[in-house]
């Protein structure tokens, strides 16, 4: 029994193999850019992993950098952002952070209120009723 096929199959089974001929050619000539991720990081792994079961205390925002501080063994921990949220450095102390960053003038000013010893937020021990 030989089966034939007829003009509307062969015609749809052309169209379809043109569109996956096409789809190939296409996505064989698309060259994606390298992530930009790894180049902007100063952190590794080993730092990486200092915060994270760390919890955070917040996030103090400047004009160009975010510093988010974090709780960390013996002392704070820090992820510095640039304003437009690229990461460029996680897991750091603030001796680390500012020798991994001396080319940022604003960055001991967001430090300056995390020092120990130093307030944060200055708030009355008991509220005047």
Not at 17 to 23: D, I, R, V, Y
Not at 30 to 49: F, H
Not at 91 to 105: F, I, R, S, V, Y
Request: glycine share 8%.
């Amino acid at each position: 029994m030989e089966r034939r096929l007829d003009r509307h199959t062969v015609q749809r089974l052309a169209i379809v193999a043109g569109l996956a001929g096409t789809f190939l050619l296409v996505g064989s000539l698309n060259q994606p850019e390298p992530s930009l991720a790894g180049s902007e990081t100063t952190a590794t792994t080993a730092a990486i992993s200092r915060i994270s079961p760390a919890k955070s205390l917040g996030t103090i925002e400047g004009r160009t950098l975010c510093l988010q501080v974090f709780t960390g063994p013996n002392e704070p921990i820090y992820s510095l952002r640039t304003a437009s949220g690229a990461l460029l450095a996680t897991g750091l102390t603030a001796e680390e952070l500012l020798a991994a960053h001396p080319d940022k003038p604003e960055l001991p000013l967001l430090l300056a209120g995390t020092a120990e010893g130093e307030t944060l937020m200055l708030a009355p021990d008991e509220p005047d009723f």
